[in-house]
């Protein structure tokens, strides 16, 4: 279970960055603005948004890497900011850009990750053995990383995600830089963690994945959430042909309520 | 505690992985180096024998009176080969700098009679001073060991005994042991060798650890794991900190071999050496090096961490630890500088004040004064360097940069 309560996060730019951006007055910045959802174990929490919405923000505030300026997040019962090593126990993280470490071998990555989770080695070994017979990591498992196609890598990121079983997860773009079998890789392990009971937490901005996955839906733009409800609701309720279509005609709406 | 041992044993098999790393750390301080050193002694020593050996090729001018000195060059130890060219000054430089002749000689008319009879009365000669170093002293040495036979004629002439010249003979006892005489060279290397390759050995795995990390999306990983911010940052650091350290020992083993193997050809003239070295690997000066090295190793540790946190890639790191390495020679080079001593002041400078101080301990000079304010500075600088570092890990702006 994951419950967010009027979440805002302002960033504040360096000089250099304002001119970079050509971000004029305030170097304040409202990445997430009073964003409130909760995410329930056993379903698909997708937030979906194009891209500088705030949905990587928020999942960092989720995962502990990142403060709220203000607001509150509980994660399995846990404060995000005053129990951040509960919270992250009780956590696994896996984004499109998350790497791994080249010098190890997926043997090592995942003792690693296993250890600083404080599992015993019995468990590390056991938990293993099943991840790596459930993703065929067996025969490449003491090999170096380093050389590893982007399959592969995806598998021991999946490993390295789950070691831990965790409750919550938090998918940020998973996909995104993974060809078709990578992909359904990871579409796989998102079904699964939901027939697991698990929390799961999905952002996104592939329309497909969203119809494919979702249990609830959370529309995120400019940092302001524009729409919550149960993905039912939303088809139910949709005006525009296409998902595509009706995402744009809610952004646009957003946009005029605000002017 | 179980965290920091966990990412400070994963890090440490991540550097001895790295091939670059290790070569920089390891094979350049105890291989290269010594070959290094031993090669330019040899190549020294060979030069020093050849010339013994080498003929010195003298011109002598015609038309003038050189049977004085052609008297001398007989008795001379060294090779010559004496021809005799024109009186034409300009045929001689045109002979020198054809490198066909070495130095030529001019004699006026009656210069024996004139020496004989004292009057007023000079030679020339013709050399260059971009010839071999041996070259010009031997020339030299021809001129001057001239000089004295006409003045030993002379006095004979009038027989005066010779000693008039050196009634009493100075017998000078330099009591400076051999320590403190080569201490005082060496012992300013041995502090920049080991501050040189401590920024080394630091600052390769603490860009690769930090600002790697970040560039490869593997920190974000690190920062979801249930380790605290300090416990990653403290695991970082000791693996950063002990690549430093031992790279640094290395440097040092380096310097030991180079210097046993320049003895071992060079005998007697090095045993000074030797037996400094000896003075130093003893247990209280070790602990007393180690106490001035140690800070400064945290010191290292914690400001490459910290640039290298901050950067948003490996290159960029680069960039901003890569000046370190001017800033740092300045002063440890400044320590090498005869008549630059420790004292409260230079105490306080940082790094400087290992130079000096680790030059004190080898050659056994050090004042406990200037050496407590040295170490109370040193420690204060790597505190102080720490606890901004760890800071800095803390602020999401910075481990977030990118």
Redesign the interface.
């Known amino acids: 279970m994951i419950e967010v309560q009027n979440l805002s996060k302002t960033f504040r730019l360096t000089k250099k960055q304002m001119k970079e951006s050509g971000h004029s007055g305030d170097p304040e910045v409202l990445a997430v603005q009073d964003v409130s959802f909760r995410c329930l174990p056993g379903r698909i929490f997708t937030l979906l948004g194009p891209n500088g919405a705030g949905k990587t923000t928020t999942l960092r505030m989720i995962a502990t890497i990142l403060k709220p300026t203000e607001g509150h997040i509980t994660v399995a019962g846990f404060d995000t900011v005053h129990q951040g090593a509960e919270v992250r126990a009780r956590l696994g993280f896996l984004t499109g850009s998350t790497g791994l470490y080249d010098k190890l071998s997926p043997n090592e990555l995942i003792d690693y990750f296993g250890r600083l989770n404080n599992m015993d080695e019995q468990t590390i070994a056991r938990r293993k053995d099943e991840l790596f017979t459930l993703l065929g990591i067996h025969e490449f498992a003491n090999r170096r990383i380093g050389r590893f196609s982007t399959g592969m890598k995806q598998k021991v990121s999946i490993a390295r995600t789950m070691i831990h079983d965790p409750e919550v997860i938090v998918f940020d773009e998973p996909t995104s830089g993974l060809d078709v079998i990578a992909a359904k890789g990871i579409i796989d392990l998102i079904r699964n963690s939901k027939l697991q009971q698990k929390t799961v937490i999905l952002s996104t901005h592939i329309m497909s994945e969203v119809n494919m996955l979702s249990d609830d839906l959370a529309i995120i733009h400019k940092g302001r959430m524009i729409y919550n409800n149960t993905y039912e609701q939303f088809q139910a309720g949709m005006q525009a042909a296409t998902l595509e279509d009706e995402f744009i005609r809610l952004a646009t709406a957003s946009e005029t309520a605000t002017l | 505690m179980?965290?920091i041992i966990?990412?400070f044993r994963?890090e440490l098999?991540?550097i001895l992985?790295?091939k670059r790393t290790l070569i920089i750390m390891l094979v350049l301080p105890l291989v290269v180096y010594p070959l290094l050193f031993t090669g330019v002694s040899s190549f020294m020593q060979g030069q020093a024998e050849k010339a013994g050996e080498e003929t010195l090729r003298i011109g002598l001018g015609a038309g003038g009176d050189a049977a004085l000195f052609r008297e001398y060059l007989s008795a001379w130890p060294g090779k010559t080969d004496v021809r005799s060219i024109s009186s034409d000054t300009a045929e001689a430089k045109v002979q020198i700098q054809a490198d066909s002749l070495d130095v030529v000689f001019f004699f006026p008319d009656g210069f024996t009679a004139s020496v004989d009879s004292l009057d007023p009365v000079s030679y020339t000669y013709y050399y260059t001073s971009t010839n071999k170093e041996f070259q010009v002293d031997m020339i030299r040495g021809i001129s001057q060991g001239f000089q004295q036979s006409l003045t030993a004629r002379k006095l004979a002439q009038l027989s005066v005994n010779e000693r008039v010249l050196e009634p009493a003979q100075a017998e000078a006892h330099n009591i400076a042991s051999n320590r403190e005489q080569f201490g005082s060279i060496i012992g300013g290397i041995i502090p920049y060798f080991f501050i040189i390759f401590c920024l080394i050995g630091c600052m390769y795995p603490a860009m690769d650890i930090a600002a790697g990390e970040k560039e490869?999306?593997?920190l974000?990983?690190?920062?979801?794991?249930?380790?605290?911010r300090l416990d990653i940052y403290l695991g970082k650091f000791m693996a950063v900190g002990l690549s430093g350290f031992i790279s640094a020992m290395a440097a040092i083993a380096g310097i030991l071999i180079s210097s046993k193997m320049i003895s071992a050809e060079a005998g007697a003239e090095a045993s000074g050496i030797m037996e400094m070295m000896e003075g130093i690997i003893q247990p209280g000066s070790v602990l007393l090096l180690l106490g001035i090295l140690l800070p400064l190793n945290a010191f290292f540790a914690a400001i490459t961490l910290m640039l290298s946190i901050y950067a948003r890639t490996y290159k960029e790191a680069q960039g901003m630890i890569s000046p370190m390495m001017i800033v740092t020679v300045f002063p440890s080079v400044a320590g090498m500088l005869p008549g630059v001593t420790l004292n409260y002041v230079t105490a306080l400078v940082p790094i400087l004040n290992v130079s000096l101080g680790a030059k004190e301990i080898i050659s056994g000079t050090a004042e406990t004064g200037p050496l407590v304010v040295t170490y109370i500075s040193l420690i204060a600088f790597a505190l102080l360097a720490l606890m901004a570092s760890v800071r800095f890990f803390n602020q999401?702006?910075n481990i977030?940069r990118g």
Not at chain 2, 220 to 228: M, N, Y
């Open positions: 179980n965290n966990t990412i994963k098999k991540e992985r790295d490869r999306g593997t974000e990983t690190l920062l979801v794991s249930p380790a605290s999401e702006k977030m």
